[in-house]
């Protein structure tokens, strides 16, 4: 059954912005910050919202929250110099601790102030948390976990893909009906932009305009996450990871032999994880880890999105499997079919032989 000439005009009517948010314009990227130092994934996002201004042909801005001192307005500059044109700054003493109230209420007054047609955040604890409240407060589309971001210039919306369906599937979505368009990213997943120091540009500051005994949730202590000897996949540059096609628990040793000799961390797919061969902190893909390593040695992973959402913007990824159309060499950039049992033992003993020539001197 074809379309007729009606169905085609609803559908491009559909698609029409509302006319309630034509004067929403501008790309923002909330910079998030702990203890003096910048969330990598801001800058990440920074990269990308310069990209989707540029497409959009209007300002890219960075939000930064603090309290009141040079630290925040060293993060605006710090914006600027990673391609922000403008910076909006809210200083208050209530804001030196991530509380979910007064940093909601400060963004919903921003964007219900200078009305930014998309607005984006790292998927960490604290983005998730607040683009959440941020977006139900505001009534707005939310896409969470995104994995690319572009623009459809048609009507100027945000097209925010991520993996769906317990990641078997990409999905675009659109939010027509509704400004700001916001979306959430993973670090690693963006490629982090040069930093051109010397940039500069306005800032604009805005007044929380409330009080401590507004604010229901109060910061007793602070306790930073322990990592001394858990493994740090998301800024590791070498990563060698395994999956179900090692066939047997014994086999992934070959894996941590390999990772050994190159100095590199060793991943994981989700299957191996739920089977108790690793731990949770090495599962890499939509429910684990997302990585950008220099160089990625997947053996025994077939590939499935789940796994690829968390590990394809590698510089360098060298497949190995025994399937031929296993989907990981659609997007290796080298595959290698044979019995990862049989090929990584030979990989560890050259890589060995070449990068650690004193080890084979008796």
């Known amino acids: 059954m074809s379309e007729t000439p009606d ?25 998030e910050h702990e203890r003096g130092s910048v969330h990598p994934v801001s800058w990440e996002l920074m990269g990308e919202g310069r ?49 979910n109230q007064p940093f909601t209420k400060g963004l919903t007054d921003l964007v219900n102030t200078y009305q930014p047609e998309i607005l984006l955040l790292g998927a960490t604890t604290l983005g998730r948390d607040l683009a959440g409240s941020v977006a139900t407060t505001l009534q707005t589309g939310l896409t969470a976990d995104c994995t690319e ?45 040069p930093k051109i120091p010397g940039r500069t540009g306005p800032i604009i500051e805005h007044p929380l305009g409330m009080i401590e005994t507004q604010i229901v949730t109060k910061i007793l202590d602070y306790l930073p996450d322990d990592r001394t000897g858990k493994p740090q996949l998301a800024f590791a540059d ?41 731990d949770l902190e090495r599962q890499i ?40 159309n296993a989907p990981i060499f659609d997007f290796a950039t080298f595959g290698i079919v044979g019995n990862a049992m049989t090929i990584l033992p030979a990989l560890t003993e050259a890589f060995r032989h070449h990068l650690h020539p004193e080890s084979l001197v008796a």
């Open 238 to 278: 070498f990563i060698v990871a395994g999956g179900r096609g090692m066939k047997r628990p014994e086999n992934f040793q070959l894996i941590w032999d390999l990772a050994t000799v190159l100095g590199a961390e060793v991943g994981a797919s989700r299957p191996v994880v739920q089977a108790g061969w690793v």
């Open 149 to 193: 971001l572009g623009i459809d210039l048609e009507n100027r919306s945000l097209a925010a893909t991520r993996p769906t369906f317990g990641g078997s599937l990409l999905c675009t979505i659109l939010t027509l009906r509704h400004r700001p368009q916001m979306a959430t990213v993973r670090p690693r997943v963006m490629k982090m932009p």
């Open 7 to 31: 169905d085609k005009k609803n559908l491009r009517r559909k698609a029409e912005l509302d006319p309630r948010f034509a004067s929403y314009r501008g790309v923002w990227v909330f910079v």
């Open 285 to 324: 893909g939509q429910s684990g880890k997302t990585v950008r390593p220099k160089l990625y040695i997947a053996a025994g992973i077939s590939g499935a999105v789940q796994h690829r959402v968390g590990m394809e913007g590698a510089d360098v990824i060298v497949a190995i499997n025994i399937d031929e």
């Open 51 to 99: 990209k989707l201004a540029d497409k959009l042909g209007v300002p890219l801005a960075g939000v930064v929250f603090g309290p009141p001192g040079p630290s925040s307005r060293s993060f605006c500059q710090e914006a600027f110099a990673y391609g922000a044109d403008l910076c909006y700054l809210i200083e208050d003493p209530l804001l030196g601790d991530y509380r």
